[in-house]
């Protein structure tokens, strides 16, 4: 898709905003009234917003983000209300349809930054604990919530165990309870906890440093390599991983990086 369609469809879009601001790409939630809730169309959105940034040559690091008060308060109810009407094939399509979105941040090129500035509950606290790093609020308040409703947190799971583990998972997924921000760094959920009033500028410093000083190809197969050896034996990962380190090796990233340390020379990623 070139620069022209991608502008175009980014600018059909009614709950999802997309952005660059030297080279930090920021997605937003622009649901507010409904404390940018997830329907459909809201995660229909985010896709397109996502793969827009990931094809986008300006964009090199990921910043999601939302407007309002809250960050995002899961599934909207009008939705679930909607979804009870659905048979078992309508909700499988609408549940893979979540599921690729997960599935999509998780595996994108791209660093994805969330920037949490209020609670994350259920489907939202998904989001947030999908991307690879989180800044948030001593305010905020994180939580998987499925249980109290009769409902499971099937998809954020996967991502979940593999992110802080079974027996925090089991506290936050089979308890449904709520946790406080302190709490959620702790387990981490995520990395890092600061004043609301720095909050923007923290993320933003923080996005600018990778985009400064990390290499985009480096950043992009080493985010690769976490989502794939996991699911590896000890053998086949680390045959995998020295296959990488020889591909990595001839890479001109590699070659422009290591010539600038030999020579003492500052690089400019």
């Known amino acids: 898709m070139n620069d022209t369609a991608n502008a175009t469809e980014m600018q059909t879009m009614e709950f999802v905003h997309y952005e660059v601001n030297e080279r930090v790409g920021y997605i937003t939630l622009a649901r507010a009234e409904k404390r940018n809730a997830l329907n ?25 983000r939302a407007e309002g008060s809250v960050f995002c308060a899961g599934a909207d109810l009008e939705y679930l209300q909607r979804l009870q009407q659905y048979d078992y094939h309508e909700n499988l399509l609408d549940s893979t ?12 090129k791209k660093v994805v930054i969330a920037q ?17 790093f989180g800044f ?3 305010e905020a308040r994180f939580g998987y919530t499925e249980v109290k409703i009769g409902f499971i947190p099937a998809i954020v799971k996967v991502f979940l165990l593999r992110k802080i583990g079974e027996g925090r ?10 946790i406080k921000a302190e ?21 933003f410093a923080f996005a600018r ?32 991983a020295a296959e990488m380190n ?13 010539a600038a340390f030999l020579n003492k020379e500052p690089m400019k990623w």
């Not at 169309?41 to 090199?60: G, I, P, Q």
């Not at 349809?97 to 998780?106: C, D, G, Q, S, V």
């Not at 998972?169 to 709520?178: E, I, R, V």
């Open 40 to 64: 459909h169309e809201v995660v229909s959105e985010l896709k397109r917003a996502f793969a827009t940034a990931e094809d986008d040559e300006t964009c090199k690091v990921i910043v999601l």
């Open 169 to 178: 998972a089991k506290q936050l997924l089979l308890t449904g309870d709520l």
């Open 183 to 203: 709490e959620a760094e702790r387990f981490g959920l995520v990395n890092y906890v600061v004043p609301a009033a720095e909050l923007e500028a923290r993320v």
């Open 116 to 132: 949490i500035h209020g609670h994350a509950i259920a489907g939202g606290c998904g989001l947030a604990a999908i991307c690879d």
């Open 246 to 258: 020889a591909v990595a090796r001839g890479s001109e990233d590699c070659h422009r990086g290591i």
């Open 209 to 240: 440093k990778l985009c400064a000083e990390n290499s985009r190809q480096a950043m992009e197969v080493t985010k690769e390599m976490i989502a794939r050896v996991q699911g590896m034996g000890l053998e086949e990962g680390l045959q995998y």
């Open 136 to 138: 948030t609020v001593p």
């Open 97 to 108: 349809h979540l599921m690729e979105l997960f599935r999509l941040i998780y595996t994108l």
